[in-house]
């Protein structure tokens, strides 16, 4: 009887202390917005190591497609060169990817944890376990025009004001590395049409990005690839466009400054 009434208070003792343990393991889980702004913390850093460090080759290419998004033709292609490793002649006029996302993903969106029922793209299952999940959607009871002016450079080209534009309206999903905090991979799509001065309208896009982490270059965060699919129309429908914008990032060399 004694052994009997001595287990019992031992089970007593043990399921609220096992209760509590869980309630405080749930509660210190990172939101999804604490999540993005640590990888936001950790951006410019890098970036200044990456242009301190780091020398690469960028490629890139318009494409024309027609209605269906099939390839049409190649409009234009250029080829940059960036960093000490090449010599200055060899640089050509930058056609790169010249928006600021990280000023979009602080200003733009709302951010939570992804699940089966409000992942839009698809998540690709192997990232599901070295990567936080975090979907994202333009802001709510925000005026967009707004949020645009705040995140669009000073006298912005014709191309950047449409990419600021159509971003701020997209939704789709992060893939946040786990270990160390960067974005692996950005897939966001434009979910409703809109339209900007009454004469353009932009009926279809998505934006993917990647990124890697070099070991051989101390840690430094690399982009690898940017992919960027429109379908806009000018002035009522009337003049329509398909295009997809490709850049390519490679033969990356890592040096010491001196």
């Avoid at 019992?8 to 509660?27: G, W």
């Avoid at 733009?108 to 992804?114: E, G, I, R, T």
């Avoid at 992060?174 to 932009?202: E, S, T």
């Avoid at 990647?210 to 840690?219: C, V």
Wanted: charged share 25%; aromatic share 10%.
């Amino acid at each position: 009887m004694i052994l009997k009434n001595l287990l019992l208070v031992a089970i007593l003792i043990i399921i609220p202390l096992s209760l509590t343990s869980a309630s405080t393991d749930a509660t210190s889980l990172p939101q999804a917005s604490d999540i993005i702004d640590s990888v936001l913390n950790r951006v410019k850093d890098n970036n200044d190591l990456k242009k301190k460090h780091v020398s690469f080759i960028k490629i890139y290419e318009l494409h024309d497609l027609d209605r269906s998004g099939n390839f049409k033709s190649v409009a234009d292609r250029n080829i940059t060169y960036h960093g000490n490793a090449h010599p200055p002649g060899v640089h050509t006029e930058d056609k790169g990817f010249n928006t600021n996302l990280d000023t979009i993903m602080a200003k733009a969106y709302d951010y939570s944890f992804a699940t089966e029922t409000n992942i839009t793209p698809r998540v690709v299952e192997r990232d599901l376990y070295s990567c936080y999940i975090i979907k994202f959607k333009a802001k709510t009871n925000t005026d967009i025009d707004n949020i645009v002016k705040s995140i669009m450079p000073h006298n912005p080209t014709l191309d950047q004001r449409g990419i600021y534009e159509t971003a701020a309206r997209m939704e789709g999903i992060f893939y946040i590395d786990k270990n160390h905090l960067f974005v692996r991979k950005m897939d966001a799509i434009l979910l409703k049409p809109f339209r900007k001065a009454g004469i353009v309208m932009a009926m279809g896009a998505s934006i993917v990005v990647e990124q890697e982490r070099r070991t051989d270059f101390e840690g430094i965060v690399v982009l690898r690839h940017i992919e960027i699919y429109s379908q806009y129309s000018k002035f009522l429908g009337i003049t329509a466009k398909t295009e997809r914008r490709i850049w390519t990032y490679g033969d990356y060399v890592f040096f010491k400054s001196k």
